[in-house]
Nanobody, 123 residues
Framework: QVQMVESGGGLVQAGGSLRLSCAAS????????MGWFRQAPGKEREFVTA????????DYADSVKGRFTISRDNAKNTVYLHMNSLKPEDTAVYYC????????????????WGQGTQVTVSS
């Protein structure tokens, strides 16, 4: 089983950038699809992006396409989320997770959830 620890969140002005990191523990990290989700107060957890074990397949939510970039370093058991041109509507707790079920946006098919990291974008 893979467990996650997210970091890198913070307060940033609209238009700014942040880089989130997710350190995973557990065996066979490289065999899992890794992804980022976010959850704003009063809203359901939503898919942000996912990356295959090789990095050759990536998917993004329409709301972040062109602004966010996911990457992974299997040697370091770490996945990253580079966020540019941040908007107030990006404000949420960001979580990373793993799945063995391919790239999919249904958070119920993912596991290994960490505590998340808060991202707040001021206008």
């Amino acid at each position: 089983q893979v467990q996650m620890v997210e970091s890198g969140g913070g307060l940033v002005q609209a238009g700014g950038s942040l880089r989130l990191s997710c350190a995973a523990s557990g065996r066979i990290f490289s065999s899992y699809v890794m992804g980022w989700f976010r959850q704003a107060p009063g809203k359901e957890r939503e898919f942000v992006t996912a990356i295959s074990w090789s990095g050759g397949s990536i998917d993004y939510a329409d709301s972040v396409k062109g602004r966010f970039t996911i990457s992974r370093d299997n040697a370091k058991n770490t996945v990253y989320l580079h966020m540019n041109s941040l908007k107030p509507e990006d404000t949420a707790v960001y979580y990373c997770a793993a799945t063995g079920r391919g790239l999919n946006s249904d958070y119920r098919r993912w596991g290994g959830w960490g505590q998340g990291t808060q991202v707040t974008v001021s206008s």
